[in-house]
């Protein structure tokens, strides 16, 4: 029996979570899910973020279910650090999957790419770089105040994302793989990236490789996006790309992710790309079709990968008939899904 | 007299600042320029990146223009770090000024954005954070290494280049100033930069604030651009927004950069966004706009902000009769700018 956890999370969260949850229930009935109620509410309510209990429930979950966490009356990175983060951290979620394409019948907003032609995934690593929280400051409130970050990286963290990269790049027509790094300038960092890249790319002779500077992987994603297959590259980088991708291909209410342990040590997390939007929660105008890709990203994870495909399919029939500029109705788009699958 | 250094540098870098020389010549005759051959030609030859002789001699200037340095047969790091940032650190350049402009004319990757309506200043800052060059390495080469970097940020370095930002937008019809960051996840350094623009935004009531976490950001440069005013962001997070504000503006061809130092104790430096692109170099077809715009920053730094205005106006002309597709060549571009001055 599967068990997923779900933490549907604040604004929108909880509204395309439970659409979702519809889907999986069409396409994989008599899947066991379980509730855990974290976030702004929960904070505000007990002041309590992420009990270590809650942790330890969760952990004995085959996958974990993510809407969205956050909102402005929390003060930045308490729910970040304190749940995100530390779920990703905890749980070793050293994959931050999130596969960009231009879904036919999406308006993107780059004029002559047609849809079909933007088809990449980016591995973004998930447990290291300038994410793991080491910083500090002094002198706070004066003039003399400093603050600093400091990004750690270590050969196994960057070893294994790149590996899984090149995994992945195996399994894909195009067989390519591009490193976006900062090399010229995080020379310390970005060495330890660009000799690790070499030395996994050796054992993957038939697997392309390039390099590309952030700055200008960031420039051709929007002047070229068609270029890409696989790209691997750092937590703070991945962070900023992965939104660029979300961005060229029809925005944030289509871009799922996985934040995956592949070796399957702790539960891996799916979660669609955008936040809780305490702009528009509570209106039910909210695109599902983030989470419900999600969805399908964790079916695959979890050993079910027509389900994954059918499910795809499905959203890609649910957006081939968007007339342009259409009302998105929430439970509607989730329903129409799950209709197409049951 | 006016004087002005020049390192032209690699690649394209010596064709592009020859067209900006050319233009600077037309519109303002009798600035007195001096060459300094640095980059990765010299660095070949010698073995020297930047002699402390040089670097006096080039203190001893009004302004700086920079065409472009690096190549791939110099190690990553060696020139940027030891001259184009040497530079920017030790002449105290806080202020890294990118105006991003959708030109009439131009054609950008954007559908539905019209010339005219992308019109923003980007406000970097230059001196510090990850760019310091704090960081590094240990066990290197075996399966037990790290490698760290650190964004080191003060008071006293956020506070001038925001309140620089807050500045021009007093001086622009919209007085809008976005400050972009990642508060949620890099606190310590997010919450001094916070703290210090909600400080230096009480100086300038009439100005409008907001603030963007940087992928949001990264994200809003593709979906509406026309948004921004004026941004302000660290060293990183700017490099990355000016190159995708480049690219949603018709390409890194024509995006113009100074490194301004405000107090005038060091010269000012001007360059091209653009790199050395050695895969275009020699063949005469770069395009020199970006190195005439940075000319036309120039003029404006040394207080001739009427012939500034002129070289923008000369370049617009330049641009709005250009056809779609048109081959450049270099030299004729320059000619027919500075024609156009005489
Ligand atoms: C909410 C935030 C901590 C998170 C991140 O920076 O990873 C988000 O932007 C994302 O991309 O999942
Ligand atoms: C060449 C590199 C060091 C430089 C930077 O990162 O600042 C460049 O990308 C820029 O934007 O001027």
């Given at each position: 029996m599967t068990r997923i956890a779900v933490v549907a999370g604040d604004g929108i969260g909880t509204e395309v979570v439970a659409e979702g949850l519809k889907v999986l229930d069409a396409v994989l009935p008599g899947v066991e899910t379980e509730h855990y109620d974290l976030g702004a509410a929960r904070y505000h309510r007990?002041?309590?973020?992420?009990p270590d209990s809650v942790r330890d429930e969760l952990a004995g979950h085959d996958a974990i279910l993510l809407g969205a966490v956050g909102d402005?009356?929390?003060?930045?990175?308490?729910l970040e650090r304190g749940l995100l983060l530390k779920l990703r951290f905890d749980f070793d979620q050293f994959v931050n999957l999130r596969p960009s394409k231009l879904w036919p019948g999406t308006v993107g907003p780059l004029a002559n790419i047609k849809p079909g032609e933007i088809d990449f995934v980016v591995v973004r690593e998930g447990?290291?770089?300038?994410?793991?929280?080491a910083g500090g400051g002094l002198h706070?409130?004066?003039?003399a105040e400093i603050a600093t970050e400091e990004s750690l990286n270590t050969r196994h963290g960057v070893e294994r994302v790149i590996r899984d990269a090149f995994t992945r790049a195996t399994a894909r027509p195009r067989r390519k793989v591009t490193m976006v790094h900062k090399t010229n300038v995080l020379t310390h960092a970005g060495g330890l990236w660009a000799r690790t890249f070499a030395d996994v790319a050796a054992e993957f002779p038939d697997v392309e490789t390039e390099y590309q500077h952030v700055d200008a992987a960031s420039m051709f994603l929007v002047t070229?996006?068609?270029?890409?297959d696989v790209i691997v590259t750092d937590n703070l980088f991945g962070d900023i790309l992965t939104d660029i991708a979300a961005a060229v291909t029809g925005?944030?209410?289509l871009a799922a992710s996985g934040c995956i342990n592949?070796?399957?040590?702790y539960p891996s997390m799916f979660e669609p790309v955008?936040?809780?939007a305490p702009d528009i929660a509570?209106?039910?105008?909210?695109?599902?079709v983030a989470a419900i890709l999600s969805v399908a990203l964790c079916l695959d994870h979890l050993g079910h990968p027509e389900a994954a495909a059918r499910v795809e399919e499905a959203v890609a029939h649910e957006l081939a008939n968007r007339a342009p500029g259409q009302q998105i109705v929430t439970h509607e788009v989730g329903d129409r899904v799950a209709v197409a699958l049951s």
């Open positions: 007990t002041g309590e973020v992420f402005p009356t929390v003060p930045p990175g308490v447990t290291e770089g300038l994410y793991a929280g706070r409130g004066t003039p070229n996006p068609q270029r890409y925005g944030i209410g592949p070796t399957r040590a955008h936040g809780s509570g209106k039910g105008i909210a695109d599902p």
